[in-house]
T-cell receptor
Framework: EAQVTQNPRYLITVTGKKLTVTCSQN?????MSWYRQDPGLGLRQIYY???????DKGDVPEGYKVSRKEKRNFPLILESPSPNQTSLYFC???????????????FGAGSRLTVL | GENVEQHPSTLSVQEGDSAVIKCTYS??????FPWYKQELGKGPQLIID?????GEKKDQRIAVTLNKTAKHFSLHITETQPEDSAVYFC????????????FGAGTRLAVHP
């Protein structure tokens, strides 16, 4: 089944304790991205990657890091989590080579993170 | 910067009624407008999309209309059913080299039997 898999689905941690949220896709997609979802703010892009070893900041990158060493994986790293990073996180991927303008995203099921 | 406004934030309808969600975008260069449905505990899923060279698109009970002059687009759901209850997000692309999507804040639709 074509899908984007995120882990963990739920995590409660404490301020300053480094954590990684993994994301893997099995569709051979070039483009991958991380979003955070907060009430009243919709989905905001954190980081994105056009291909292996190519990453760039989205709209809210502060406090996050990413890496893209393999095409299928795109982990999100919080080096020193803070309470304002408590949120619902989504990884997404797409075969963005549709240069006509469509960026059809496939989302993971989400990771709910609480930072105390 | 680019912005997408979505209204209403919540919508409650009776089963069988129609539901309309409206979005306005700021970037006149936007050329792709998808709608995503997020069910409880799941990630958003594409339900319909429209490109800038088309004014309307239908898929069974759902339709999307686009007014490029006014820079707004709408999702129409007819004959609503309880399984239509979800959060709906509109989005607009910005031609920033990779067609980044800017999402609206979401609309929580509740369909009551």
């Amino acid at each position: 089944e074509a899908q984007v898999t995120q882990n963990p689905r739920y995590l409660i941690t404490v301020t300053g304790k480094k954590l990684t949220v993994t994301c893997s896709q099995n569709m051979n997609h070039e483009y991958m991205s991380w979003y955070r979802q907060d009430p009243g703010l919709g989905l905001r892009q954190i980081y994105y990657s056009m291909n292996v070893e190519v990453t760039d900041k989205g709209d809210v990158p502060e406090g996050y890091k990413v890496s893209r060493k393999e095409k299928r994986n795109f982990p999100l790293i919080l080096e020193s989590p803070s309470p304002n990073q408590t949120s619902l996180y989504f990884c997404a991927s797409s075969l963005w080579t549709d240069r006509s303008g469509a960026n059809v995203l496939t989302f993971g099921a989400g990771s709910r993170l609480t930072v105390l | 910067g680019e912005n997408v406004e979505q209204h209403p934030s919540t919508l409650s309808v009776q089963e069988g009624d129609s539901a309309v969600i409206k979005c306005t975008y700021s970037d006149s260069a936007s050329n792709y407008f998808p709608w995503y449905k997020q069910e409880l505990g799941k990630g958003p899923q594409l339900i319909i999309d429209i490109r800038s060279n088309v004014g309307e698109k239908k898929d069974q009970r759902i339709a999307v209309t686009l007014n490029k002059t006014a820079k707004h687009f709408s999702l129409h759901i007819t004959e609503t059913q309880p399984e239509d209850s979800a959060v709906y997000f509109c989005a607009a692309s910005t031609p920033k080299g990779y067609n980044k999507l800017i999402f609206g804040a979401g609309t929580r639709l509740a369909v009551h039997p």
